[in-house]
């Protein structure tokens, strides 16, 4: 419960705290959008780190290497815990926003670090309002921006991989931008498997090698949720020998 408690002041903390932070943002943006986006990224990349740190969770890390640091790109993941987000944008060597459920509209303050972060907020109820969201995703990634999606759709709480949406992956057929698989191995071990407990325990996060559009078949860019779900697939079982 300690940790649950020490994670939890760090965040609402940084919250509080952060209200003059983000009016001084939005002044520093008025004269340079660059500095402010970066100034944005480092700040809330400082607070997960120091989240996961309080978590006592032991992080490997497999395949950073094929992440690009020249070029934006769009992360694919699996779900499985809160701290999916918190451990992977931690890593983001630059700008990304990630899709969220629109409900997290919600949470002043939050909400307001999410849209600093160019975060995408997906009705999954409106299909119009969807559409929107995948175009404003391939907008941000034409312009740099990194794009993060986790298309199972929620947090999945079993083994087996939930049927990628294949829409999700729209945003890297239409920019030709590469596709980074991220397998996250035993993250719900942190705290969704022992509520309220935040336990210490062994985490893996692998990158896979670049999925390119234009290099794959007509039938694998015909389903090419299905065809990154197998590499993802792939990564988490072999994975599960090295906890």
């Not at 740190?53 to 290497?65: A, D, N, R």
């Not at 670090?113 to 929107?132: Q, S």
């Not at 991220?182 to 090698?209: D, K, Q, W």
């Not at 949720?225 to 993802?232: E, R």
């Amino acid at each position: 419960m300690i940790r649950l408690i020490l994670v939890a002041l760090v965040l609402f903390g940084f919250l509080i705290l952060g209200i003059p932070v983000l009016l001084i943002e939005w002044v520093i943006g008025k004269f340079n959008q660059k500095w402010k986006d970066y100034s944005s990224l480092r700040l809330v990349q400082g607070a997960f780190k120091l989240i996961m740190f309080m978590t006592g969770v032991k992080l490997t890390i497999i395949g950073e290497e094929h992440v690009p640091k020249d070029r934006a790109v769009l992360y694919v993941g699996n779900h499985r815990s809160y701290f999916d987000v918190v451990m992977t944008y931690a890593r983001c060597p630059r700008l990304t926003g990630y899709v969220a459920k629109v409900e997290m509209l919600r949470y002043p303050l939050l909400r307001d670090w999410m849209k600093n972060l160019y975060c995408l907020f997906l009705d999954r109820d409106d299909i119009k309002a969807g559409l929107k969201t995948i175009l404003k995703g391939i907008e941000y990634i034409k312009n740099g921006i990194s794009i993060c999606i986790f298309p199972e759709g929620t947090r999945n709480h079993h083994d087996e991989l939930l049927p990628f949406k294949e829409g999700s992956m729209k945003m890297a057929e239409k920019t030709g931008c590469p596709i980074i698989p991220m397998a996250i191995t035993n993250s719900a071990e942190i705290f969704e498997n022992h509520i309220p407990f935040i336990r210490r325990c062994h985490v893996i996060l692998e990158y896979g090698e670049p999925i390119l559009v234009s290099e794959l078949s007509k039938e694998e860019k015909k389903f090419l949720g299905a065809y990154t779900q197998q590499k993802i697939q792939a990564m988490l079982d072999k994975n599960k020998a090295l906890l």
